[in-house]
């Protein structure tokens, strides 16, 4: 739901003005004031160069309507509103320029004419309309293979360009082949930063990919050439390092991430003026950064100088400002204030839909982010009606895609939170076939969809098949992430229940066991995993009549839900259940009973004196106390529970253990 800036290389050509001297006053001054936007517009000072580039073209225009150098004012002020993201002024400029710059004039102009188009492709990309982008690089590559018009490192280039495209467009094994060739010629020449930004952008495709490993390898060269070249406090430096700890951040290190971030914001600090918009680029991956740590206080602060940055750089309805306003919705959401997430993600939506149109992938990926937040909140009809929303955007963009896949993936887990076992079963299959498709049957993106399809099993009493699929998903987890990462908590969770539900309770037990030992490395992040594992343990210690060990562990799992969730959620009120069944069975009865007026009190409390949950947790009470006699109390528990039955149908109980469906 978190969104993040990872910083890829599509370049955006400006032309210089060329003149050796000045035949007129008004040709030096076109010339001075495009050499200003030119600064203007590397310091970030994106306003700025409109206005100098704006008053170059004033002078263009004095210069014909067909001059080379009107054309020329006119990419360079789109190039600057594409900057400060004013898309629709620079589409203008760009095609205006290329009424008077028309291929087939020259080998000079046609030289021209592949640099504009390559800028407008770039815009295309930044609008989110990827099949213009590409069949607009297929075309610049076109022209710029002819004699004389452009020399190689541009064709390189061009080259990298078009695998970004299918990079966005999830295309991963069409991008590879063009980077690697990308990254084959530029290793070939002296080393500089052309071969950073193909190395960049071959790790970024990794990192979608979840092939981290080889991620960080492509990454750290980037970042190395970087501080070589242009040393260690250049703004590309920063970026360099903003896009490690992005990685650093997707794979859980988000210690070593706040330190390289912090690292960049200083560089953006002292390098960059207070309002440059890459410096809320690194602020806002340092607030993720430090969401994920539960430092929410601080990743306020950093989201909120993000905001402030971007839309005073390029207004407040601008898309940078909706990921700011999307990310503060999550950071609300953490916080469980519910509606202010809303507001802040209702926020995101509106700017994603005016910028880009109700059907574009981002309003699609906002409307997603949305019904997250009502999955949360248990709102599942609303969730799932806003899915099907997404869905449909998406699928008409692309069915097979990788954005329809987690579309799908997210349906199946509201199908299985409200029991719909057989569409579960059905959505987590085509996530599955869609990743399994585009990414390889090895891929580590397969991992959730394996999950859920294998949790839909478990609901319908196939504990072979869900074993069986959660087999192959340790397989890929393992040897994506290794042995002891934390991603692998759902996997063997649902393994543990597989054979439990087998009757193989020593493999359950050792897998729980694993659990427990591989959470106590990362706390942080898997704490209420942790109590799902020790009372699953608990159960196992139960039906094997080790009491004493059981009720270690149900103590266990209630210390931390009533740490994590606080002392009056409904899970406690089932753990305090198990705990009385225990007393039980122990002879204990007094802490039995203690035990089960307990849960009683909570469901009351949060429930309400005639919700169902009620009716279950009396009749447990109610068997205890025929059991000591006190037979006058059992009965009008059990006529209260009768009566709470009868008025009202038994829905799916709140007091479940947490789901271990994975998105």
Known sequence: MLRRFCRTGILIFTLASG?????????????????????LRQQGNYEAAQAAYGQALRI???????DGRLAQTLNNLAAACYDGGHYTEAEQYYRRALEIWKPGGSTVIDGQVVRVWSNLAALYVATARYNEAEGLYRQTLDLAAHPGVADLPLKITLMNNLAEVYRKLERYTDAEPLMLRCLEYWRAQPESVNLALVANNLAALYRAEERYQD???????????????????????????NNLADLYHAMGRDNEAVQLIERAVAINEKTLDAMHPDLATSLNNLGSALSSLAKLEEAQTAFMRALQIWQNAFG???TAAAVAWNNLGDLNLKRKLYADAETCDRHALEIWQHNFGRQSPQAAMAVNNL????TIQGRYDEAEALYREALAIRQKAGPESLATATTLNCLAVVHLRTDHRTEAEESAKRALAIREQALGPDNPMLVPPLCNLADAYHRQGRAE????????????????????????????M????????????????????????????????????????FDALGDIYRDDGRYGSAEAAYQRSVEIWEHKLGASHPVLAAECNKLAIVYERTGRLTEADSAFRH???????????????????LLNYADLLRKTKRKGEARRMEERAKSIQASRRLPESKVDLPINSVR
């Open 19 to 39: 003149l050796t001297h000045a035949e007129s006053s008004e040709e030096t001054r076109w010339a001075q004031l495009t050499e200003h936007g030119s600064q």
């Open 215 to 241: 991620a960080e390898r492509y990454y750290r060269e980037a970042l190395q050439i970087h501080e070589k070249t242009l040393g260690p406090e250049h703004p590309k430096t920063a970026t360099s390092l």
């Open 465 to 492: 098949a869900a074993e069986s699929v959660l087999r192959r998903a340790l397989r890929i987890g393992e040897k994506s992430f290794g042995p002891d990462d934390s991603r692998l908590l759902p996997i063997l």
């Open 599 to 617: 849960a009683l009190e909570i469901l009351e409390k949060v429930d309400g004196p005639d919700h169902p949950d009620v009716a279950t947790a």
């Open 494 to 533: 649902g393994l543990a229940q597989a054979t439990r539900q087998q009757g193989r309770r020593t493999e359950a037990e050792a897998t729980l066991k694993r659990m427990i030992s591989i959470e106590q490395k990362s706390p942080l992040q898997a704490e209420l995993a942790m109590a799902s594992a």
């Open 60 to 66: 263009a225009r004095g210069f014909g309507d067909q």
């Open 316 to 318: 407040v309805d601008s």
């Open 371 to 374: 019904a997250d937040l009502y």
